[in-house]
């Protein structure tokens, strides 16, 4: 087997546990009434209210139209406001309401129970060089020079 098939196989096995652990994901969201993604946007604004549109999409790695109607959805929700900038009307921030900050906890014991079911029978090592290995992934696909395979 060549080292093509090689990497292939590992991207598609990947592809496939991200499948796995989305859907788990996406039950799980349905139980707390997020809809699929607003716990990554919500993520983002816990660690740094007030920031523009772009600021979130370049954040979460997505279009700003994407931004866009999530935060339409979740305004609707009532999870978030968006206030125009005190010093450029044209720009708007995005701010945490009470039921977003509220929320944050039932979203963390949501990833947890996520990574018990997903991580069970792992010990501290390997999860400490599984999340190394992810991160190294994630790196390499980010970069704008990405070779393609030969």
Request: one cysteine or more; hydrophobic letters at 40%; charged letters at 30%.
């Amino acid at each position: 087997m060549s080292n093509r098939c090689l990497r292939e196989m590992m991207g598609h096995s990947l592809a496939q546990t991200c499948k796995l652990l989305r859907i788990r994901a996406h039950g799980m969201l349905d139980q707390i009434n997020l809809y699929r993604g607003q716990q990554f946007v919500l993520g983002v604004l816990w660690e740094q209210e007030g920031i523009t549109h772009s600021e979130l999409a370049e954040a979460l790695h997505v279009q700003p139209s994407t931004v866009t109607n999530a935060l339409k959805r979740m305004e609707k929700a009532g999870l978030v406001e968006r206030r125009h900038d005190s010093h450029d009307a044209r720009v708007s921030r995005v701010y945490l309401t009470e039921a977003g900050r509220a929320i944050r906890g039932a979203v963390e014991e949501m990833w947890r129970a996520l990574d018990t079911q997903a991580f069970r029978g792992f010990s501290a090592e390997e999860k400490e060089t599984l999340d190394r290995m992810l991160t190294r992934i994630q790196e390499n696909l980010l970069q704008k020079d990405v070779n393609e395979c030969k």
